[in-house]
């Protein structure tokens, strides 16, 4: 969108079946400027991480034949292998997954890799668990540093990172320009946060931000205007802070009978919001 953001759309907005040459094409045909990739907890997808050169090459080959980039990694998959949960076995499971995360991003060419901001997941979060989340970033960002990645440790619905004042506790002990915040703006509100008071702590350590609506409590799968997103807001605030770069619309679509049209309508709400904040 013209010069002070790229606006993308979440590769789990479209239909499963979709192949990467439709979903490239539905994404320009809409207007997105990306598609965030996507490393869930499915075997599927998972299972990205071990492309081979070979099959890297055949999807940056189906890129560059569209005007439709692929900046970010969100890597979801980490809930089922948290950095710091109590198991050992899946808190090494966990860094083995961050470190194939970062080799692929460098392949593919991809700048961001999103870390979900979970040191545990469906249990108990703890000093001890929180420490270990530490302990595993600081051995994943010595690889993201020489490969030239991007950490970006997303704020969620946890103990551990439901702020951004929080996130930030770990963006100032590693002071590294490779580890960021990536802004969930829904996550944000639906946990009480004031947005305006939590931007500007952010400020300057944002590499992107995950736009959708949300209800208090519940993170997913409402449609854009109908949650208690204030999206007036929440772009005026983008823009107070002096942002320029990557918003990611997060649809799901599982979520929608008829998908593609909930994402161009989806589209066209955004950058509505996004025109009215510009002066």
């Known amino acids: 969108m013209e010069n002070e953001y790229f606006l993308g759309i979440y590769e789990k907005a479209f239909p499963k079946q979709y192949h990467w040459e439709r979903r490239f094409k539905t994404a320009r045909d809409i207007g997105f400027d990306f598609i965030e990739f996507s490393i869930d907890e499915s075997d599927e997808r998972l299972a990205r991480l071990d492309w081979d050169a070979t099959t890297c090459q055949d999807f940056l080959a189906i890129k560059n034949t569209y005007d439709v980039c692929v900046p970010t990694m969100c890597l979801s998959g980490l809930r089922k292998f948290p950095l710091g949960a109590s198991d050992p076995s899946i808190r090494s499971m966990g860094l083995d997954t961050l470190l194939k995360a970062i ?6 060419g991809l700048s961001v890799v999103q870390v979900a901001g979970y040191d545990v997941y469906n249990e108990e979060s703890t000093e001890t668990t929180r420490e270990n ?3 595993h970033i600081e051995i994943a960002l010595t690889e993201a ?18 702020s951004l004042t929080k996130v930030m506790e770990y963006i100032n002990y590693f002071d590294s320009p490779f580890l960021q915040i990536y802004v969930d703006i829904g996550n944000l509100i639906a946990m009480g946060n004031d947005l305006a008071s ?20 519940i993170c997913r799968d409402i449609p854009f205007g109908q949650g208690i997103v204030d999206f007036d807001q929440v772009f005026a605030e983008i823009k107070h802070i002096g942002f320029k770069g990557l918003l990611l619309l997060e649809m799901w679509a599982n979520s929608h009978s008829d998908p593609i049209e909930e994402m161009a309508k989806a589209y066209s709400f955004i950058t509505s919001k996004i025109q009215l904040a510009r002066p």
């Open 103 to 108: 080799r692929l991003a460098s392949r593919l």
């Open 133 to 135: 989340f530490k302990h």
């Open 145 to 162: 540093q020489k490969l030239k990645i991007v950490l970006a440790i997303e704020n969620m619905e946890t103990r551990a990172t439901d």
């Open 198 to 217: 939590q931007l500007r702590i952010a400020q300057g350590h944002i590499a992107a931000f995950h736009i959708k609506d949300v209800m208090p409590k």
